[in-house]
């Protein structure tokens, strides 16, 4: 279709147009001097200052780093173990198997939320940081095992028998074979596990206890509470520096997956 | 280990059935009368209706202004092909939550965007769309976007060039092409954007909570306002095994119709 090609462009030009604005006013905006969020006056790193002052936010930003490590860590190694057991071995119920990994993925996020803080309360679990990070757990692992389960169909298992037949016995192997062939799809999965955990609203926000916040619950209640205002523009654009540093190391990850 | 995800599910299904009592003992006295009482409220279902009408508009506006753009880089763009999707996918690295808060600093009515209109008397005053129905659809556009464009474009660059030129060889012309080709052969990756849009815009939480008031309640506040407004955790539990066991569904009947392979996201 010539003639259509003009039309293709521009409106392919507005709709990046669309996808960026929002993000691009919030960041400029973010430096704005005034507490105006429709008129910009000067430059300024005001409201950062004010941010950066505010220990509550590092608080926030160091609980969901630790978290998030500590839920990728776990994630990591359950779902390794998942799919090399749906790849390599054929047991009964293994297809049952495979669809239980692929619901949570699916199921709305608000209901697993409530879901979860409902068990905790019936088993009288206090909430806080374990009940978090078993939240996130749960979820991330069948992301890491989908992931895995992936690359790991083209695995070529040939180069473990020669291991073995050369007299490697199974951690070796294991340690020395498997794990590094396997490390761009570990380190793909491990991020993608740890960015679930970092940007996650819902869980956190139904699963923690009294004191115990990340960094999107602050987002949130600022959100909730007063809506758009200029310092938290700044925070956010300061977290979603975070979040794009860690697309950029995915991306990368993922690259050379690809190779 | 599969059963720890589903534990929850376990405890919030037994409270569905009404075999867990006021003082958290089991109870094997199973009752479908929590179902009923959802299942006849009309409230419930306006906005389970609302929730499929938000949902519904949601996909359609996502393929309108999706389809042109995967169109146009996948059979237009010659050279950097994967730098433009790449263009396209950096907003979406922003998480959902801050996507969501930079819409809202563009919606709301002080924001710098009704200002420029207003000082380029192009409205008369500002536009007051926060905590409507458009707000809530427009920010699932916004959040939602790239889960129809990807399919599509995945579906659109493995779809075999040469039938389009063997359709106007045999005197197609272009709007039949489209018409009569590339939009059969481009079916798998709408239906694929439709389910990734469509699930989790039905189940939303957040955005009809930050841009929507009580008015634009979808079924996710409804789960949330009887769990931990109303602490009624019976009918919300069998509202919330409700909403899954349709969620469910809509999945099977997808994969039943492509096959698994439509899963391997």
């Known amino acids: ?259 | 280990m599969a059963i720890w995800f589903y534990a929850p599910f376990f405890i919030v299904g037994l409270y569905s059935f009404d075999m867990i009592n006021i003082n958290r003992q089991i109870v094997f006295t199973p009752s479908l009368v929590h179902y009923s009482r959802v299942l006849s409220w009309t409230g419930a279902m306006g906005i389970f209706l609302r929730s499929l009408y938000f949902a519904g508009v949601t996909v359609l506006l996502c393929l309108l202004i999706g389809y042109p753009v995967a169109y146009y880089i996948s059979f237009k763009i010659k050279k950097y092909k994967d730098l433009f999707i790449i263009l396209f996918i950096i907003p979406f690295w922003v998480s959902f939550l801050l996507r969501t808060y930079a819409m809202m600093s563009i919606l709301d009515e002080r924001s710098f965007l009704n200002t420029l209109l207003t000082s380029l008397g192009l409205i008369d005053s500002p536009i007051k769309i926060m905590y409507t129905d458009a707000a809530v659809i427009l920010v699932m556009v916004y959040d939602y976007l790239v889960m129809m464009v990807l399919p599509l474009y995945a579906n659109l660059e493995k779809l075999d060039k040469t039938l389009l030129e063997a359709a106007s060889t045999l005197g197609a012309g272009p709007v039949r092409t489209f018409l009569k080709v590339t939009l059969p052969l481009s079916m798998p990756g709408i239906l694929a954007g439709f389910l990734l849009v469509f699930i989790p815009t039905v189940g939303e939480f957040v955005i009809p909570e930050l841009v929507g008031g009580p008015n634009n309640y979808m079924v996710g506040n409804l789960i949330y306002e009887f769990f931990m407004g109303a602490r009624h955790w019976w009918i919300g539990s069998a509202l919330s095994m409700l909403f899954i066991a349709f969620i469910l569904s809509l999945v099977i009947a997808y994969v039943r119709k492509i096959g698994e392979r439509g899963l391997a996201f």
């Not at chain 1, 994630?75 to 057991?85: E, F, H, I, Y």
């Not at chain 1, 939320?113 to 991330?140: E, K, Q, R, W």
């Not at chain 1, 955990?197 to 960094?215: H, R, W, Y």
């Open chain 1, 1 to 259: 279709m010539k003639g259509t090609t003009p039309f293709l462009k521009i409106f392919t030009i507005l709709v990046f147009l669309f996808l960026y604005s929002p993000i691009i006013v919030m960041v400029v905006f973010s430096f704005n001097e005034s507490k105006s969020i429709g008129v910009f006056t000067n430059f300024s790193f005001r409201w950062y200052e004010k941010v950066i002052n505010n220990p509550e936010v590092w608080k926030a930003l160091f609980n969901s780093f630790w978290v998030g490590a500590v839920v990728t860590i776990v994630s990591l190694v359950l779902g390794l173990m998942m799919a090399m057991a749906v790849t390599r071995y054929s047991f009964s119920g293994k297809s049952i198997l495979e669809s239980l990994i692929l619901i949570p993925v699916i199921i709305p996020e608000i209901a697993e939320a409530l879901s979860l803080l409902i068990m905790y309360i019936f088993l009288n679990i206090p909430l806080g940081p374990v009940t978090v990070i078993i939240g996130h757990i749960a979820f991330d692992v069948s992301f890491v095992t989908i992931v895995m389960r992936a690359r790991m169909a083209g695995y070529d298992k040939s180069i473990e028998e020669a291991a073995r037949t050369l007299g490697a016995n199974e951690f070796q192997t294991f340690f020395r074979i498997t794990l590094p062939t396997l490390y761009p799809a570990i380190l793909a999965a491990g991020l993608l596990a740890f960015t679930l955990s970092f940007d996650d609203l819902i869980k956190t926000l139904f699963t923690t206890g009294p004191g115990f916040k990340t960094l999107p619950l602050i987002v949130w209640s600022s959100a909730a509470r007063g809506g758009v205002s200029p310092e938290l523009n700044s925070l956010s654009s300061f977290a979603l520096s975070i979040s794009f540093l860690f697309a950029v190391f995915r991306l990368r990850a993922e690259r050379r997956l690809e190779r």
